[in-house]
Protein backbone atom coordinates (compact mmCIF):
# COMPACT_ATOMS: atom_id res chain seq x y z
CA UNK A 1 0.00 0.00 0.00
CA UNK A 2 2.54 2.10 -1.30
CA UNK A 3 1.34 4.38 -4.14
CA UNK A 4 1.04 8.15 -2.73
CA UNK A 5 1.35 6.31 1.15
CA UNK A 6 3.51 6.44 -1.21
CA UNK A 7 0.50 7.33 -3.81
CA UNK A 8 -1.09 9.66 -1.16
CA UNK A 9 -2.86 5.33 0.02
CA UNK A 10 0.53 6.19 -1.37
CA UNK A 11 -1.02 9.77 0.13
CA UNK A 12 -4.57 7.91 1.08
CA UNK A 13 -3.27 4.86 2.44
CA UNK A 14 -0.08 6.92 3.43
CA UNK A 15 2.56 9.16 0.75
CA UNK A 16 4.53 7.70 3.42
CA UNK A 17 8.20 6.81 2.47
CA UNK A 18 11.13 6.90 4.29
CA UNK A 19 15.58 5.83 5.83
CA UNK A 20 18.80 6.44 4.43
CA UNK A 21 20.22 5.84 1.01
CA UNK A 22 23.31 3.87 2.21
CA UNK A 23 20.79 1.88 3.87
CA UNK A 24 19.03 1.85 0.56
CA UNK A 25 21.80 0.94 -1.54
CA UNK A 26 22.59 -2.11 1.13
CA UNK A 27 18.65 -3.52 0.75
CA UNK A 28 18.80 -3.49 -2.69
CA UNK A 29 17.17 -6.38 -4.27
CA UNK A 30 19.58 -9.90 -4.42
CA UNK A 31 18.66 -12.99 -5.10
CA UNK A 32 15.31 -14.70 -3.89
CA UNK A 33 15.54 -11.54 -1.37
CA UNK A 34 11.36 -11.17 -2.30
CA UNK A 35 12.73 -6.99 -3.46
CA UNK A 36 10.86 -5.93 -6.54
CA UNK A 37 11.05 -2.52 -8.36
CA UNK A 38 8.65 0.06 -7.32
CA UNK A 39 7.56 3.40 -8.74
CA UNK A 40 6.03 5.57 -6.93
CA UNK A 41 3.49 7.65 -9.16
CA UNK A 42 3.70 11.89 -9.39
CA UNK A 43 0.22 12.89 -7.48
CA UNK A 44 -1.48 15.79 -6.88
CA UNK A 45 -3.39 17.00 -3.43
CA UNK A 46 -6.46 18.90 -3.92
CA UNK A 47 -6.88 21.72 -2.12
CA UNK A 48 -8.58 21.04 1.01
CA UNK A 49 -8.06 17.84 1.16
CA UNK A 50 -4.12 18.57 3.42
CA UNK A 51 -3.29 22.22 2.09
CA UNK A 52 -5.33 25.34 1.54
CA UNK A 53 -4.14 25.21 -1.72
CA UNK A 54 -3.78 22.39 -4.30
CA UNK A 55 -0.53 20.28 -4.42
CA UNK A 56 1.79 18.64 -6.93
CA UNK A 57 4.19 16.51 -6.47
CA UNK A 58 6.28 15.35 -9.29
CA UNK A 59 8.76 12.79 -9.27
CA UNK A 60 11.75 13.45 -10.58
CA UNK A 61 14.21 10.38 -9.26
CA UNK A 62 12.66 6.86 -8.68
CA UNK A 63 14.97 3.96 -8.01
CA UNK A 64 12.93 1.96 -5.24
CA UNK A 65 11.89 -1.57 -4.34
CA UNK A 66 9.55 -3.01 -2.07
CA UNK A 67 8.09 -6.44 -0.77
CA UNK A 68 5.86 -8.16 1.20
CA UNK A 69 7.40 -9.64 4.09
CA UNK A 70 4.27 -10.89 5.87
CA UNK A 71 0.50 -11.46 5.11
CA UNK A 72 -2.81 -12.52 6.53
CA UNK A 73 -3.99 -15.59 5.75
CA UNK A 74 -6.18 -14.44 3.01
CA UNK A 75 -2.50 -14.02 1.38
CA UNK A 76 -3.36 -10.15 1.80
CA UNK A 77 -0.32 -8.10 3.08
CA UNK A 78 0.62 -7.54 7.33
CA UNK A 79 3.84 -6.23 6.48
CA UNK A 80 5.05 -4.44 3.51
CA UNK A 81 8.97 -2.36 3.23
CA UNK A 82 9.64 0.12 0.77
CA UNK A 83 13.61 1.53 -0.18
CA UNK A 84 15.37 3.25 -2.05
CA UNK A 85 16.23 6.89 -3.36
CA UNK A 86 13.15 9.23 -4.46
CA UNK A 87 13.09 12.61 -5.33
CA UNK A 88 9.51 15.22 -5.62
CA UNK A 89 9.33 18.08 -6.45
CA UNK A 90 6.10 19.58 -4.65
CA UNK A 91 4.61 23.03 -5.77
CA UNK A 92 1.63 25.21 -4.98
CA UNK A 93 -0.59 24.87 -7.83
CA UNK A 94 -1.98 28.21 -7.69
CA UNK A 95 1.14 30.49 -6.84
CA UNK A 96 3.66 28.25 -9.16
CA UNK A 97 5.71 27.83 -5.88
CA UNK A 98 7.93 25.42 -5.50
CA UNK A 99 10.70 23.22 -3.94
CA UNK A 100 12.74 19.98 -4.43
CA UNK A 101 13.06 17.92 -2.13
CA UNK A 102 14.69 14.31 -1.21
CA UNK A 103 12.87 11.38 0.43
CA UNK A 104 14.79 8.66 -0.19
CA UNK A 105 14.72 6.02 2.42
CA UNK A 106 12.84 3.17 3.63
CA UNK A 107 9.41 2.73 5.29
CA UNK A 108 7.83 0.04 7.04
CA UNK A 109 4.05 -0.30 6.51
CA UNK A 110 2.04 -2.84 9.12
CA UNK A 111 -1.54 -3.47 8.49
CA UNK A 112 -3.50 -5.01 11.90
CA UNK A 113 -6.51 -6.28 9.79
CA UNK A 114 -8.90 -3.82 11.66
CA UNK A 115 -8.59 -0.95 9.31
CA UNK A 116 -5.24 0.32 11.25
CA UNK A 117 -1.66 1.04 9.51
CA UNK A 118 1.26 1.94 11.09
CA UNK A 119 3.93 3.82 9.20
CA UNK A 120 7.72 3.29 10.39
CA UNK A 121 10.12 5.79 8.98
CA UNK A 122 13.85 5.76 9.29
CA UNK A 123 15.54 8.33 7.02
CA UNK A 124 13.77 10.66 4.81
CA UNK A 125 10.05 9.98 3.60
CA UNK A 126 6.90 11.60 2.84
CA UNK A 127 3.84 11.62 4.79
CA UNK A 128 0.01 12.84 4.09
CA UNK A 129 -2.11 13.54 6.87
CA UNK A 130 -5.46 15.08 5.56
CA UNK A 131 -8.03 16.79 6.92
CA UNK A 132 -10.29 15.82 9.46
CA UNK A 133 -6.75 15.01 11.72
CA UNK A 134 -4.95 16.75 14.22
CA UNK A 135 -2.31 18.49 11.87
CA UNK A 136 -3.11 18.26 8.62
CA UNK A 137 0.02 18.45 5.84
CA UNK A 138 1.78 16.99 3.66
CA UNK A 139 5.13 16.20 5.49
CA UNK A 140 8.54 15.70 4.46
CA UNK A 141 10.29 13.46 7.28
CA UNK A 142 13.67 12.80 8.31
CA UNK A 143 14.98 10.83 10.99
CA UNK A 144 12.75 8.18 12.61
CA UNK A 145 9.12 8.96 12.66
CA UNK A 146 5.93 6.58 13.31
CA UNK A 147 2.64 7.77 11.58
CA UNK A 148 -0.61 5.78 12.64
CA UNK A 149 -3.53 5.65 9.83
CA UNK A 150 -6.66 5.09 11.49
CA UNK A 151 -9.81 3.63 10.26
CA UNK A 152 -11.63 6.24 10.24
CA UNK A 153 -9.25 8.40 7.92
CA UNK A 154 -7.37 10.02 10.38
CA UNK A 155 -3.63 9.81 10.96
CA UNK A 156 -1.25 11.38 13.43
CA UNK A 157 2.44 10.79 14.39
CA UNK A 158 3.07 9.16 17.51
CA UNK A 159 7.00 8.98 17.40
CA UNK A 160 9.19 12.07 15.55
CA UNK A 161 12.53 12.30 16.14
CA UNK A 162 14.54 14.56 13.68
CA UNK A 163 12.63 16.85 11.58
CA UNK A 164 9.06 17.29 10.05
CA UNK A 165 8.84 20.43 7.04
CA UNK A 166 5.02 20.68 6.10
CA UNK A 167 5.37 21.32 2.64
CA UNK A 168 1.99 23.09 2.75
CA UNK A 169 3.44 25.75 5.36
CA UNK A 170 6.90 26.11 2.78
CA UNK A 171 4.38 26.76 -0.10
CA UNK A 172 1.85 29.12 1.07
Known sequence: MKPLIK???ALGAAVVLAAAPAAAADAAPRGGSGWTPYQTPSFTVPAGEACSFELHGEVVYD???TRVVSTFPDGTPKVQDWVGPLGVVFS???????ARRDASGTLRAT?????TTTFVFHGNGIAP?????????IYLVKGPHVLVANPDG????????GTTEN????LS
Open 154 to 161: TREFTKTR
Open 129 to 137: IFAGSKSPG
Open 111 to 115: HDGQG
Open 167 to 170: MCKT
Open 7 to 9: TLA
Open 92 to 98: NVQTGRS
Open 63 to 65: HEF
